[in-house]
């Protein structure tokens, strides 16, 4: 499989704190992609980042990522509950007309 | 509202009947595909089109077929039901150079007894 893989599985913090995801995959990439998706609902684009960029800002996410370790790390700044939702990283292989899904971080943001 | 719509949004069915889950895009979208989503596995790609007339098979293609007759319609047809299908089924389309990422159907729950 050329999935990413999500670290940790499940995640829970307070509201104001922040939250760190982890993806690592196994091959050369075009992008790499996160998405949300609320439960029992689609998914959602969030940001994408392209192989040659390290780093991307979208409001209160980051996005890094370090292509000689083939990983990559969403960070949400200042939690909500709002924020509570499962996330996944998705690779867009070099030469693929598609992408890959890991199998996701579950955030609970406690109000 | 401009987006990707599947139907229907829940189905039951016996095991050895067939069906089709709709997808049909109104952005233009070159990219169309099929995903299910099953407990602790996340997505899984079952086929993929990249234009109209052109499909390709994905990590989970049996007992699946599709077709891509127009660039706004995907459907995904399950020939003979299992119950190793029950599962969440996802459309999503992109543009061709997926940059801007995939564009999600609110999905199709499928449960074969």
């Known amino acids: 499989s050329q999935q990413g893989e999500e670290d940790p599985q499940a995640l829970s913090i307070q509201e104001g704190e922040n939250a760190t995801m982890n993806c690592s995959y196994k091959t050369s990439i075009n992008n790499l992609q996160w998405y949300r998706q609320n439960s029992g609902r689609g998914l959602v684009h969030l940001i994408l980042i392209r192989s040659n960029e390290r780093e991307k800002h979208s409001g209160r996410l980051r996005v890094t990522l370090d292509t000689s370790k083939k990983s990559s790390s969403l960070l949400i700044t200042a939690s909500r509950a709002a924020d509570t939702a499962s996330y996944f990283c998705a690779v867009h292989q070099t030469g693929a007309n598609n992408l890959f899904f890991g199998t996701g971080t579950r955030l609970t943001v406690i109000p | 509202n401009a987006g990707v719509t599947q139907t229907p949004k829940f189905q039951v069915l016996k095991t050895g009947q067939s069906m089709t889950l709709q997808c049909a895009q109104d952005m233009n979208h070159e990219y169309m595909s099929w995903y299910r989503q099953d407990p602790g596995m996340g997505l899984r790609l079952i086929h993929y089109?990249?234009?109209?007339?052109?499909?390709d098979q994905g990590e989970v293609p049996n007992g699946y077929n599709v077709s891509r007759s127009t660039t706004e319609d995907f459907p995904l047809r399950l020939l003979s039901a299992a119950p190793s299908q029950t599962s969440v089924y996802f459309c999503a389309s992109s543009s061709r150079q997926l940059t801007r990422g995939y564009t999600f159907g609110s999905g199709t729950r499928l449960t074969v007894v």
């Open positions: 089109s990249v234009g109209a007339g052109i499909t």
